[in-house]
C-alpha cells in the first residue's frame, strides 16, 4: 500500500488522464481521429457516479476552514477535450470535491487541437474569456503569455501550500515572469513510459526491466544491449516503435534542447549534454533497433508488443489508460518501465515534455476564484489518501492495473518528482518549434550527425530566443 500511495500522489483525475489520447503524433500535431479533438455533438453515456462508499469518503475530505460555496460556481473550460468524463468512465474524486465543498461545475466549451490558440484569442479579444486552458501541451508557455493570452494566479492560488508535490511545485514556480507564476501544475506525471510485455521479454532469455530499475541498473547502456539482443530483422523483430522516443530521451540528460533560468529562455543546443544523447539516438539508428516505420504505413503497431515482434513501446502513460489493453497481452504479462537513466547524468531525470495536468488563468476570465477552486480540489485529489485509495481502486477496477504495475508507477513517480525536466521549445514560439521539432529526431530516424543538424539550425533559434528574452524584459 505504501508504494500504491506513493504512486498515486501525482495522479490526477481519471477523467482528464484518459482524455489525454489526444495527444502529439508525429508530426507534432494532434490527431485528428481521436474522440477528444472533436467538437461535434454526440450522444454519449453519462459518467459513473461514485459508488455510495465513496461518495461518502470524500465527504470527509478536509478542504481547509474557509472553504464556503462560490458565488459563482461556473467554471468555464475551453479546450479540445471535457473535464467532465462521458461514456461510462468514472467520475472522478476533484470534481466530487468541487460539487460538494463549492456548488461548483466545469462549462465545456468545445474547441479543437489545430484551433484552440485562435479560438481562445478571440474570446479573449471579444470579452468573453473562458476562465481555464489547458497547459498541458507545454505550448502555451512563455510564448503565449508574451502575447497576452493569460494573467498569473498568484492572487488566486497559494503555491507555498502543502497542496503541491515537489514535482508539481518545482515545475509551477519554473513557469514564472517577474516572479508570478502562469501555469498551474497540478499533477507531473511523466511524458513517456516504456510498455512491454513480460512473457516476451522472459521468453528471449532477457532480464526484466523492472528488476534492472530496482536494482538501479537501468540505463542506456543496459536498455540498448537489451534492444541489440532482441533485434532479428529476418525474424521480424524490432526493438523499437512509436513516435514518443526521441524527444523524451533527450529529457533524461537533464538538459532540455530549450531551458528556462533566471526567467529567461536559453538554448542547449551546443551543450555536450544533446550532443551525448543524438550519437546515442545515431547508434540506435545504425544499429537497425527502430522498425522500419515506412513498411507499415507510417503508423504504430501497438499489437506487435504482444505478438512478441516488439520489444518497447515507448509512449504516454494515458495508453494504459484504456480498458481494453489485449494488444500488449494477456493481463499479467503487461509492464512499463521509466525511460531508463542518462549513465552520464549526476541524476535520474525524467520528461515532461508533453500532457501534464496543467492549467492557465486566461486573460480577463469572469471566475479566477471558481477556477483555483477547482485546481485546489485536483491537488487535494493527489494528496488525500481517501482519495488516493478510491484513485486506486479505479484503476484497478477500470484499467485492469496489477500489483507490479501499481508499484512500478510509485516508483517512476518517486524519481519524476525529485528532476522532472520540461523542454520549453513548443510553447517559446511557433518559429521555434517548426525550427527544432524534426531535427531533434533526425539522428534517430535518418541517421544524421547531429553536428550537422546543429548547425542548420542554431543560429536561427538563437536568433528568436533573444527577440523572445526582450520582449520579456521590455514587458515582465
Not at 460539487?99 to 479573449?124: A, C, H, M, W
Not at 536559453?266 to 539516438?281: A, D, I, P, T
Not at 500488449?328 to 535520474?348: H, N, R, T
Amino acid at each position: 500500500m505504501k508504494n500504491t500511495k506513493r504512486a498515486l500522489a501525482l495522479i490526477s483525475a481519471l477523467s482528464l488522464m484518459a482524455s489525454a489520447a489526444a495527444c502529439s503524433g508525429p508530426d507534432g500535431s494532434s490527431s485528428n481521429d481521436t474522440p477528444e479533438t472533436t467538437t461535434s455533438a454526440t450522444e454519449t453515456t453519462p459518467p459513473r457516479e461514485l459508488d455510495e462508499e465513496d461518495a461518502a469518503a470524500v465527504s470527509e475530505i478536509n478542504m481547509g476552514d474557509d472553504v464556503q460555496k462560490l458565488e459563482n460556481g461556473t467554471v468555464k473550460w475551453l479546450s479540445f477535450w471535457d473535464l467532465n468524463p462521458a461514456d461510462g468512465k468514472p467520475k472522478g474524486v476533484d470534481l466530487e470535491l468541487f460539487e460538494t465543498n463549492y456548488g461548483g461545475k466545469i462549462e465545456y466549451i468545445p474547441t479543437t487541437y489545430e484551433t484552440r490558440f485562435s479560438d481562445l484569442s478571440t474570446q479573449v479579444l471579444g470579452g468573453t474569456s473562458p476562465d481555464l486552458f489547458p497547459a498541458g501541451e507545454i505550448d502555451c508557455f512563455p510564448g503565449k503569455v508574451i502575447s497576452g493570452m493569460f494573467d498569473p494566479f498568484d492572487d488566486y492560488l497559494d503555491f507555498d501550500s502543502d497542496l503541491w508535490t515537489p514535482g508539481s511545485k518545482k515545475l509551477s514556480d519554473e513557469m514564472t515572469l517577474a516572479g508570478k507564476h502562469y501555469v498551474a501544475v497540478t499533477s507531473a506525471n511523466t511524458t513517456c513510459l516504456c510498455i512491454y510485455n513480460k512473457r516476451v521479454v522472459e521468453e528471449n532469455g532477457l532480464k526484466d526491466p523492472a528488476e534492472l530499475v530496482k536494482e538501479g541498473n537501468w540505463n542506456w547502456d543496459t536498455f540498448k544491449e537489451m534492444c541489440m539482443e532482441f533485434t532479428d530483422p529476418d525474424e521480424d523483430k524490432y526493438a523499437l516503435d512509436g513516435w514518443w522516443f526521441e524527444t523524451n530521451i533527450i529529457l533524461t540528460t537533464g538538459k532540455p534542447a530549450v531551458g528556462m533560468e533566471n526567467g529567461k529562455v536559453v538554448s542547449n543546443l551546443m551543450s555536450g549534454e544533446m550532443e551525448r544523447v543524438q550519437s546515442f539516438m545515431l547508434d540506435i539508428n545504425k544499429q537497425g533497433l527502430n522498425l522500419p516505420r515506412d513498411q507499415f504505413g507510417w503508423k504504430e503497431q501497438p499489437q506487435r508488443i504482444g505478438e512478441g515482434k516488439t520489444l518497447f513501446y515507448p509512449v504516454g502513460v494515458w495508453q494504459l489508460y484504456e480498458p481494453d489493453l489485449s494488444a500488449f497481452g494477456k493481463e499479467g504479462e503487461i509492464m512499463f518501465v521509466p525511460l531508463p537513466k542518462d549513465p552520464s547524468a549526476d541524476e535520474y531525470y525524467l520528461p515532461i515534455s508533453t500532457g501534464i495536468d496543467a492549467y492557465t488563468l486566461c486573460k480577463g476570465a469572469p471566475n479566477p476564484e471558481g477556477a483555483a477552486a477547482f485546481i485546489n480540489c485536483r491537488l487535494m485529489a493527489g494528496k488525500d489518501e481517501k482519495a488516493l485509495e478510491i484513485q486506486e481502486k479505479q484503476y484497478r477496477e477500470d484499467y485492469h492495473w496489477d500489483d507490479d504495475m501499481m508499484e512500478m508507477w510509485g516508483i517512476t513517480t518517486d524519481l519524476l518528482n525529485q528532476n522532472p525536466v520540461i523542454d520549453y521549445f513548443p510553447g517559446a514560439s511557433s518559429d521555434i518549434n517548426a525550427l527544432l521539432l524534426e531535427p531533434l529526431k533526425a539522428a534517430s530516424y535518418h541517421g544524421t550527425d547531429w553536428s550537422t543538424t546543429r548547425d542548420e539550425v542554431n543560429a536561427a533559434v538563437q536568433s528568436y530566443l533573444d527577440e523572445i528574452n526582450g520582449q520579456i524584459e521590455a514587458n515582465f
